[in-house]
């Protein structure tokens, strides 16, 4: 879809519009991919992970519903903050950790990333639904990985869209 094209289509424009306007938000967020949004139960916790952020110079702003929001590309980087204010600098290598997968695209990555990166870990079905379980130790290298795979996942679905004449081209990262 080209300029012409979107020119001509009045919900086109619409999007592209909200798109250059969601861009500049007046909290000077960053434009580009959010991550989930997420909110520790305890508070001093919650605090204490805005402050290593905000140590860290990663952007941060607060959804409708109070989750704290962030651009991916700090994923990897805030999940460590989260995991050191849960549980302390030291990584265990008794500790595990896991994440819920709900996607199949996303299943067939992270097994690839795990297994290419030499990263025990082990896949599990409780009532239908992925769990992928690790020792903590590995961590902050499985950090890395989610963000990785959270960002190409979602450039693929862009392109996807392209392709159906979903989205317009020029919205799509020219680097992938």
């Not at 959804?63 to 999940?79: M, R």
């Not at 869209?161 to 081209?169: I, L, T």
Request: with cysteine.
């Amino acid at each position: 879809m080209d300029l012409a094209q979107i020119t001509k289509s009045p919900g086109m424009l619409f999007f592209c519009l909200f798109m250059v306007l969601a861009g500049c938000g007046k909290d000077n967020f960053p434009s580009g991919d959010i991550a989930s949004g997420f909110k520790l139960a305890d508070e001093s916790q919650q605090r204490l992970v805005m402050e290593m952020m905000e140590q860290s110079n990663i952007p941060f702003r607060f959804d409708e519903q109070g989750l704290l929001q962030y651009p991916l590309q700090f994923h990897a980087a805030v999940l460590g903050i989260i995991r050191q204010v849960s549980y302390g600098e030291a990584l265990s290598h008794t500790a595990i950790e896991s994440m819920v997968i709900l996607d199949d695209r996303k299943k067939s990555k992270y097994r690839a990333q795990f297994e290419s990166k030499g990263i025990p870990f082990q896949p599990q079905d409780i009532g239908g639904v992925t769990h992928i379980v690790w020792l903590q130790l590995h961590g902050p290298q499985v950090d890395e990985i989610r963000q990785v795979v959270e960002m190409e996942t979602r450039q693929e679905r862009r392109l996807e869209a392209v392709a159906k004449g979903e989205m317009p081209a020029f919205l799509v990262d020219p680097g992938s």
